[in-house]
């Protein structure tokens, strides 16, 4: 008898190896799916996007990638992540490297005693094109965070030193917040850069609300300074 049980637990203890050896085999197909059925190599573009810490949000992914390529992500003061608020210094380096990148030439700076809070080449880049202003005397507050409002403003500016150098508008269409349920919360300043975004489409409002008040991410502006290049690309041929 006693050989008997030893021999059924040793069948049971080969059945239990077989069935861990399958899902260990599975888990390895589902984890690093490197080759498919008879040695295909699986395109890494084909496979699902799984956001890990320090990575874009899985809606932002691909423009970002875009953006990426296309070379309009700077390397932002203070490192931030994807998810953090943009301050108003990372805005002025993402501004300055989308009208650099499509103009294909530096931008000129203003001196360096512009602002007594801020040494940053970008921000007085930015302030030479009309791109920012200070928030009053000789201060720019470059950590401040900045809204969806502002970050409008800024980039519809931008839009109008990229039409003044290459002759291309980048927000064709007129605009008009009229149409928003959420219009009113949106500063009399900000109207028309606001509503020029979201006509061409670069700023892209909750449904029936532009959310203007809301702040801004890092990869929310990556994506609008994304869809202002790509706009240039159609605009240009």
Do not use: H
């Not at 409008?152 to 290459?166: D, F, H, I, N």
């Not at 008040?213 to 869809?227: D, G, M």
Request: proline share 5%; glycine share 8%; charged share 20%.
């Amino acid at each position: 008898l006693s050989a008997f049980i030893s021999q059924f637990q040793y069948q049971e203890e080969i059945i239990m190896l077989k069935k861990l050896l399958c899902t260990l085999t599975a888990l390895v197909m589902l984890v690093t799916p490197v080759l498919a059925i008879k040695g295909e190599v699986v395109n890494p573009d084909e496979l699902p996007y799984i956001p890990t810490e320090g990575s874009p949000s899985s809606w932002a992914a691909s423009e970002i990638k875009q953006a990426a390529d296309a070379g309009l992500i700077p390397q932002f003061t203070g490192d931030p992540s994807y998810q953090d608020e943009i301050t108003r210094e990372q805005f002025a380096q993402l501004a300055v490297r989308l009208v650099e990148v499509i103009q294909k030439e530096e931008l000129p700076s203003a001196a360096e005693s512009t602002f007594s809070d801020s040494d940053s080449l970008a921000v007085r880049k930015a302030s030479q094109a009309g791109i920012v202003t200070g928030t009053g005397g000789d201060k720019f507050a470059p950590t401040l965070t900045t809204n969806r409002e502002q970050i409008a403003t800024m980039l519809y500016r931008a839009v109008g030193v990229v039409k003044t150098a290459t002759g291309v508008d980048l927000a064709p269409k007129a605009g008009s917040i009229e149409d928003y349920n959420d219009r009113a919360s949106v500063s009399l300043w900000a109207a028309d850069g606001v509503g020029a975004l979201a006509a061409n489409g670069i700023m892209k409002g909750n449904g029936s609300a532009l959310s203007p008040q809301e702040p801004c991410s890092v990869e929310q502006a990556i994506l609008l300074a994304w869809r202002l290049y790509a706009q240039y690309g159609d605009q240009a041929g």
